[in-house]
């Protein structure tokens, strides 16, 4: 049995990327206190060249750019997700 679990935990060890794509390389950890805020706040901002703001309904590519800055907006025009992508 103890050998099972450790081919196991070997097996799964395989599975974790040193490659594993940075999930603030767009700098989003930063910006996350845009949330809940209304779109009026983004034209008195400076935003990376590639910024997608995300209106519902838009349609989007789903290609991933981890260098990305993408910006949710609800139907009231708040901003309700900052992320990279």
């Given at each position: ?13 395989g ?7 940075d ?15 209304g ?46 992508g």
């Open positions: 049995m103890r050998g099972v679990v450790l081919a196991l935990a070997m097996v799964l060890a599975c974790v990327s040193a490659d594993a794509p999930q603030n390389a767009c700098g989003a950890a930063g910006m996350q206190s845009l949330v809940g805020q779109r009026d706040v983004l034209a008195a901002m400076t935003l990376p060249q590639g910024t997608r703001v995300i209106e519902p309904g838009m349609a989007i590519t789903e290609d991933y750019r981890a260098d990305r800055l993408n910006l949710d907006l609800d139907a009231g025009g708040r901003i309700t997700r900052v992320w990279c």
